[in-house]
């Protein structure tokens, strides 16, 4: 069952042959929940738990890939999508689910924008979570009863798609051309050549798709737009 602690176990990596998941939510009792969710109907035979983004990454980086990434988006070392673009990232090849009690239109866009392979309520039953695992199994992404696609949500996914695909280096790198530092700045304080942090912000501006800082600035700007989560305490 999950623990109090950050990472629900200290023994060695998980057999690679065996179906395993992990849990990050920083709410112990409903990873007890998930998991029992996850072994009664994913015959997982391995599931883990991570309170925070860190220690999920910590996880994933000694480990297998796991056949399933159950993520909660109302973490407290992340905000907005940062936390799934930063796990995508770091293994890329296992299917997120979101799990959230944030179930906008816009909530749930943003998600699937990011690389999200699913999106279930927090509230949602067994059944729901059955029919969730299915679907990602066949290699399609799942959605919530009700979801109704917006006409903002093409524009919203676009950005968030092009921002999911920056390395970590890059998104450092453009934070702090958000900041209005310039490339010799940028370059001390990340202590590398000026000219790598050229070549950076010439593949950031390609895969944003702008020619210019100050159009970075404006995507980056709208994207904290669509990635302004509710209160998960006003949250349904």
Same mark, same amino acid.
């Given at each position: 069952?999950?623990? =109090?602690? *950050?990472?629900? $176990?200290? +023994? ?5 042959? +065996? ?5 990050? #939510?920083? +709410? ?14 994913? %015959? ?7 309170? &925070?983004?860190?220690? @999920? ?16 988006? =109302? ?12 796990? /995508?990232?770091?293994?890329?090849? $296992? ?5 959230? $009690? ?15 392979? @699913?999106?279930?309520? /927090? ?8 029919? !969730?695992?299915?679907?990602?199994? &066949? ?5 919530? !009863?009700?979801?109704?696609?917006? %006409? ?15 390395? =970590? *280096? ?9 900041? @209005?530092?310039? &490339?010799? *700045?940028?370059?001390? #304080? ?9 070549? +950076? ?21 709208? !994207?904290?737009?669509? %990635? ?9």
């Amino acid at each position: 069952m999950a623990a =109090n602690a *950050q990472i629900s $176990s200290d +023994h060695d990596a998980p057999d690679p042959h +065996h179906r395993w998941a992990l849990i990050i #939510d920083d +709410h112990p009792l409903f990873c007890d929940a998930l998991e029992l969710t996850l072994r009664a109907t994913g %015959e997982f035979t391995d599931v883990r738990t991570a309170t &925070n983004i860190e220690a @999920g990454l910590r996880v994933l980086d000694r480990a297998p890939p796991p056949a399933l990434i159950l993520l909660d988006l =109302n973490l407290p070392d992340v905000k907005g999508f940062e936390g799934l673009v930063r796990i /995508k990232r770091q293994s890329d090849r $296992s299917p997120v689910l979101v799990v959230s $009690s944030m179930t906008e239109n816009n909530v749930i866009t943003g998600a699937i924008a990011a690389g999200a392979s @699913g999106f279930v309520p /927090k509230h949602s039953g067994r059944a729901i979570f059955k029919q !969730a695992l299915d679907e990602i199994t &066949n290699d399609r992404v799942y959605k919530p !009863a009700g979801f109704v696609e917006s %006409e903002s949500s093409e524009r919203q996914t676009q950005i968030i798609e092009r921002l999911s695909s920056l390395t =970590n *280096q890059q998104s450092r790198i453009l934070e702090l051309i958000c900041e @209005g530092k310039l &490339n010799k *700045q940028i370059a001390f #304080d990340l202590t590398i050549a000026e000219g790598t942090v050229k070549a +950076h912000v010439t593949a950031i501006m390609r895969k944003l798709g702008v020619q210019r800082r100050t159009q970075a600035v404006l995507v980056v700007q709208e !994207a904290r737009y669509f %990635e302004a989560l509710p209160n998960a305490e006003q949250a349904p």
